[in-house]
């Protein structure tokens, strides 16, 4: 859907670029927009190299372990079924990685986690309430520091690029809760 928007966008562009005689202009606002992007892509995956490599290191020397034991009673209140120390860590992991915005890279943890939730659920064509929670809660969580925000308004030259942070916070606090009352709504609605 989304290819015919765009096809759509670009052939109204050209359309009215040539009625206006400005084709050169739409040709070189194409030129400079394309360098743009390749350069802002570049600057993201190195952002994303960064977190992915934090996140090993601090799976590689305990840290995540560490922190899994502090958030091991909040886990266990919402997978109150899951007994896999390793699914419950790599829960934690996804949600951590979440939390300080590691953005894309966010997504390799959610995946294994799935995988391994898939995996005890034997591979059902039918999600279970622990795949269901983690995929509405992980989706919920904005991160707390939104360092892709961040390097977009410094690269803006914003005044305060940090300004972000607190609404994020109360944003993933509000969501996180919104998504677990219902995540536990449906849940005892359907046994």
């Known amino acids: 859907m989304m290819n015919y928007v765009w096809s759509f966008i670009f052939i109204i562009s050209v359309f009215f670029s040539f009625l206006s005689g400005n084709i050169s202009k739409l040709e070189t606002a194409l030129?400079?927009?394309?360098?743009s992007a390749v350069d802002f892509t570049?600057?993201?995956?190195g952002i994303m190299a960064m977190w992915s490599g934090l996140m090993e290191i601090a799976e590689q020397t305990g840290l995540i372990n560490k922190l899994s034991s502090v958030?091991?009673?909040f886990t266990k209140i919402l997978f109150p079924n899951q007994r896999n120390p390793?699914?419950?860590s790599s829960i934690i992991m996804s949600f951590m990685s979440n939390i300080f915005g590691a953005g894309n890279s966010s997504t390799i943890f959610a995946l294994k986690t799935m995988e391994k939730l898939d995996a005890q659920n034997n591979n059902s064509t039918i999600a279970s309430n622990d795949?269901?929670?983690?995929?509405?809660?992980n989706m919920a969580i904005a991160p707390i520091m939104p360092i892709i925000t961040i390097k977009l308004r410094t690269e803006a030259n914003s005044l305060d690029s940090y300004s972000t942070?607190?609404?994020s916070i109360i944003t993933t606090l509000v969501?996180?809760?919104v998504a677990i009352i219902?995540?536990?709504?449906?849940?005892?609605k359907s046994s």
């Open 165 to 167: 942070v607190i609404p």
């Open 42 to 45: 570049i600057g993201l995956c």
């Open 131 to 137: 795949m269901c929670t983690f995929a509405v809660v």
């Open 175 to 177: 969501c996180v809760l």
């Open 86 to 88: 390793e699914i419950l």
């Open 31 to 35: 030129l400079e927009s394309s360098a």
């Open 71 to 73: 958030l091991l009673p």
């Open 182 to 188: 219902v995540c536990k709504y449906y849940e005892r």
